[in-house]
């Protein structure tokens, strides 16, 4: 069923797909193992390939601000995820993101989903 907000949707997974790369989103899944070395238990995780933006924050006075009560610091990065199917939306403090090599952890999520039923992109703050 078409909605008024293929255009946008169809937009940005065209420029995700053109200008965006791949990243690894490392999930808990909310179970855990048994470590005998440690006697403790592991999170386990998930590992899955989606599509990603990265950008740099711009710099505010002294190169730091607020973002959802949360600090922006030098080096964390604004990302943007392609929902897809099969993965939840990260979970701030607990999920990670590898991209281009480097393993950033997850501060503030925003799920961006103007009809309420579909999730058209995730936005992260990611700080190494």
Same mark, same amino acid.
């Given at each position: 069923?078409?909605?008024?907000?293929?255009? +946008?949707? !169809?937009?940005?997974?065209?420029?995700? $797909?053109?200008?965006? /790369? =791949?990243?690894? #989103?490392?999930?808990?899944? /909310?179970?855990?193992?048994?470590?005998?070395? $440690?006697?403790? *238990?592991?999170? &386990? $995780?998930?590992?899955?390939?989606? !599509?990603? #933006?990265?950008?740099?924050?711009?710099?505010?006075?002294? /190169?730091? /601000?607020?973002?959802?009560?949360?600090?922006?610091?030098?080096?964390? %990065?604004?990302?943007?995820?392609?929902?897809?199917?099969?993965?939840?939306?990260?979970?701030?403090? %607990?999920? =990670?993101?590898?991209?281009? *090599? &480097?393993?950033? =952890?997850?501060?503030?999520?925003?799920?961006? =989903?103007?009809?309420?039923? #579909?999730?058209?992109?995730?936005? +992260?703050? +990611? !700080?190494?």
């Amino acid at each position: 069923m078409a909605t008024a907000l293929d255009p +946008l949707i !169809r937009t940005v997974y065209q420029l995700m $797909t053109r200008y965006g /790369g =791949n990243a690894e #989103l490392i999930q808990e899944t /909310g179970a855990t193992e048994y470590d005998p070395e $440690t006697s403790t *238990g592991i999170a &386990v $995780t998930t590992t899955t390939t989606v !599509r990603a #933006l990265s950008f740099e924050y711009l710099a505010k006075k002294d /190169g730091l /601000g607020t973002l959802s009560n949360t600090l922006v610091e030098a080096g964390d %990065k604004w990302f943007f995820i392609k929902p897809q199917p099969g993965i939840t939306m990260p979970k701030p403090k %607990k999920d =990670n993101v590898i991209f281009n *090599g &480097v393993k950033y =952890n997850v501060i503030t999520v925003k799920d961006t =989903n103007p009809s309420g039923a #579909l999730s058209i992109l995730w936005e +992260l703050q +990611l !700080r190494e």
